[in-house]
């Protein structure tokens, strides 16, 4: 069983800067595939990033690419999302999800097994 905690949310003017991260626990964080998902009020969560346990290749929803880094610290159990020249369409909670031996390629919800508890990012005008 994986727990992940998010962590990194907050307020922050559009244009700027946050790094989210997902701590790891209860499982081989290596195995798994990495993903980050948000949720925005009255929508369906969607994908965002996602990160492969192998080697690392990452993949993006169009929305982010260009603005947005997916990455992993498997020594340190965590996975970290660099979310850069951030929008008020931004604004979501956003979660991590875990997928054993997945690939980059997942961008369903269905194919994460784990998921955390979410973190609040919102993005002003």
């Known amino acids: 069983q994986v727990q992940l905690v998010e962590s990194g949310g907050g307020l922050v003017q559009a244009g700027g800067s946050l790094r989210l991260s997902c701590a790891a626990s209860?499982?081989?964080?290596?195995?798994?595939?990495m993903g980050w998902f948000r949720q925005a009020p009255g929508k369906e969560r969607e994908f965002v990033a996602a990160?492969?346990?192998?080697?690392?290749?990452?993949n993006y929803a169009d929305s982010v690419k260009g603005r947005f880094t997916i990455s992993r610290d498997n020594a340190k159990n965590t996975l970290y999302l660099q979310m850069n020249s951030l929008k008020p369409e931004d604004t979501a909670v956003y979660y991590c999800a875990a997928a054993f031996r997945g690939e980059a390629r997942y961008n369903s919800r269905s194919s994460y097994n784990y998921w955390g508890q979410g973190t609040q990012v919102t993005v002003s005008s």
């Open positions: 209860g499982g081989t964080f290596s195995m798994y595939a």
């Open positions: 990160i492969s346990w192998g080697a690392g290749s990452t």
